[in-house]
């Protein structure tokens, strides 16, 4: 019984005295303890027994000083002539500094103290009290507490974490009762203060800069008002760090210190033992830890003097400027992002002026691993290509909707698709969370964006690939359809699909223009996929109304789990997959017979073939084009 664990610093005198809810996974800012056992305050051991059953008795505040490690103190206040007051009646509370505390203060501080034992010497132990008993539990966050020294306040802080701070001192063993009072021991000898934040601005030379930073974003006010504000305020050698123009545009930007440097509640130096996320006044976060001895503010140990308190909060002095994001151009963010190559891509192509400048707009930047193979290289058309990857308006994907047309410095129209898992922009998707600059905003997506260049049967058309299917289509009467206005996604079986089916399919098929449009209407669904959306597994309605699966294995998009050849290529009214089979329904696969005779529509089918240079070289396919064009105008094809 009466035993409490305490976690020891390895390499150090640090120690923790903690509970069952304040382990920190068995580490202090990532440094291993060990964790040892001692009698609780106010008991002792008994030879033979198990524990501490023993209460020891109370004595006075003066004779308790000397049992739980502050003998200084005990001293101080011997030489200070504050023993009899402590021996005496009474009920106080004193925060008593450590031996260790006492140890570490300058020389010249010391030496101010223990010179004037009866003025300096005492009034700095009577700040150290309350004239009233005040045990750990009545120690709330944010609260003060009045002083023995002119009533001078003392600032109670205590943290989820288990950690409490006076005056950002640590309490290093609470609750120690005594007969006239309570004694705490603390880490750091505290000192008075009654300046503000700002008046520590004011009168701190290594924050010149800083004084004009905050009178130019209109801080001042802020900064001395009432409340318990931490500023991370950046010393003059961090804002020497700085190029001078985007130092001239962030003192310029009232939003770069605030969201930034200013977090929304005082946050002292010994509370940080494992990483912790701060918000600061504007809503956005930092991420604070401790390496060691060292603070760090996101993974960075870039404090360089903590825990400089004021009588409104507490500031840590930082060597370096955290710039946010809202403050930067949109070739800063992409050059601390994953896209960093596309910097380099869009300054090449002569367009950095549109990432650096004032001008409205957001950035689709392909990560790097896109360019792993090296980037391509800048012509005319890469540049139009690369201006199509700047979004006229600054946006947020978070308000982007399926359907909405976006514009482009190239004057192409880009369309927005929001799926279950994913939200894309024509073929690109969204591989990261927005960046906001001053100015533009920063998509980072998975892939170069490819704008639609006409209508699904433009595209067939266009590539040498499908010349057979463009002629089946026809001959079906389905070109309009996939002209129109629409939403498609077509799976279009290339030259090498009908060549790999059986002459007796083949044959039949092509014999029959009522199956033959059932079959391409299972190659066509209803909306867009682009395979950004494709997880696992999405089921799309075929035009001929059965249910096509598209799968993705290896990072390769399956249809009806046959590989697909290209996927995305992007048209105004659908997007195109080149396959090399030809699908089929289920109740609609014939078995395969070499004996059918051949029909005319087979001789039409191959003459269409014969149009690209693939099908010229096949004997299958050999030319008949003036038998070609009479039957398409005898069938109404065209």
């Known amino acids: 019984p009466n035993v409490c664990a305490v976690q020891k610093l390895i390499g150090t005198n640090r120690k923790y005295f903690t509970n069952c809810k304040q382990w920190y996974q068995r580490k202090i800012c990532g440094k291993s303890t060990v964790i040892s056992y001692e009698c609780c305050p106010g008991y002792e051991k008994v ?82 009290m309350v004239d ?47 007969t006239n009072g309570v004694v705490h021991v603390i880490d750091k000898v505290i000192a008075t203060t009654t300046n503000t934040i700002q008046q520590i601005i004011e009168t701190e030379e290594s924050l010149e800069t800083l004084r004009t930073a905050v009178a130019a974003s209109d801080l001042n006010s802020l900064l001395e008002s009432e409340g318990q504000f931490t500023l991370l305020a950046p010393t003059n050698e961090a804002f020497e760090k700085i190029p001078q123009e985007t130092l001239n545009r962030i003192l310029g930007d009232p939003e770069a210190l605030r969201d930034h440097h200013i977090l929304k509640s005082a946050m002292c130096a010994e509370a940080i033992i494992a990483g912790l996320t701060m918000e600061t006044l504007e809503g956005t976060t930092l991420d604070v830890g401790c390496s060691g001895e060292e603070l760090t503010l996101n993974g960075k140990p870039i404090i360089a003097n903590k825990d400089v308190l004021a009588t ?42 549109h990432l650096t400048g004032s001008e409205r707009v957001t950035l689709l930047a392909p990560v790097n691993d896109v360019f792993k193979d090296g980037l391509p290289v800048v012509d005319s058309n890469m540049k139009n290509l690369l201006l199509n990857h700047i979004v006229k308006d600054q946006l947020s994907s978070k308000y982007l909707y399926h359907g909405q047309k976006l514009q482009t410095l190239g004057d192409k129209e880009l369309r927005v698709f929001v799926y279950r898992n994913n939200l894309c922009i024509e073929n690109a998707c969204i591989a990261a969370h927005d960046k906001r600059g001053r100015f533009g905003t920063l998509f980072s997506v998975d892939k170069m964006l490819t704008p639609p260049t006409g209508s699904v049967m433009d595209v067939l058309k266009a590539d040498h690939r499908f010349s057979t299917l463009v002629a089946a289509i026809q001959s079906a009467g389905l070109t309009e359809n996939l002209n129109r206005p629409g939403t498609f996604t077509v799976f279009a079986p290339t030259n090498e699909a009908f060549r790999a089916m059986p002459q007796g399919e083949l044959n039949k098929l092509m014999g029959n223009a009522k199956e033959l449009a059932n079959i391409l209407k299972f190659h066509v669904a209803d909306e867009i996929l682009v395979s950004g959306a494709v997880n696992a597994l999405v089921r799309l309605k075929s035009m001929q109304g059965d249910k096509l699966e598209v799968s993705m294995k290896n990072n390769v998009i399956h249809i009806n789990k046959e590989p ?54 096949n004997p299958r ?9 009479a039957r398409l105008k005898n069938s109404g094809g065209f």
């Open 47 to 128: 030879p033979g027994e198990k524990g501490c059953p023993a209460a020891l008795p109370l004595s006075n505040i003066y004779e308790t000083l000397g049992v739980v490690g502050s003998a200084t103190t005990q001293l101080y206040s011997d030489r200070s002539n504050l023993r009899p007051e402590i021996e005496g009646p009474g009920s106080f509370t004193i925060f008593a500094p450590s031996n260790e505390a006492w140890a570490s203060l300058s020389a010249e501080t010391l030496d101010s103290l223990v010179s004037n034992v009866n003025i300096e010497l005492l009034n700095a132990l009577r700040y150290h």
């Open 312 to 353: 409104n909060g507490v500031v840590h002095f930082v060597n370096e400027l955290l710039i946010p994001d809202s403050a930067k151009t949109l070739f800063e963010l992409a050059q601390e992002s994953e896209v960093s190559k596309s910097t380099d891509f869009f300054r090449q192509a002569g367009l950095s002026s």
């Open 564 to 617: 697909v050849a290209e996927s995305d290529i992007m048209a105004t009214n659908g997007v195109v997959y080149a396959v090399n089979s030809v699908l089929q329904p289920q109740a609609s696969r014939p078995q395969e017979r070499g004996d059918e005779p051949a029909d005319p529509a087979l001789e039409i089918f191959k003459q269409a073939s014969a149009l690209s240079k693939v099908s010229q070289r």
């Open 621 to 629: 396919l050999a030319p008949a084009y003036s038998r070609l064009l």
């Open 132 to 178: 009233k008993r005040v045990l750990t539990d009545d120690l709330k966050h944010g609260t003060t507490l009045n002083s023995m020294y002119q009533n001078l306040p003392i600032q109670i802080h205590h943290y989820p974490n288990g950690i409490v701070t006076v005056n950002c001192a640590r309490l290093l063993k609470a609750d120690h009762h005594a």
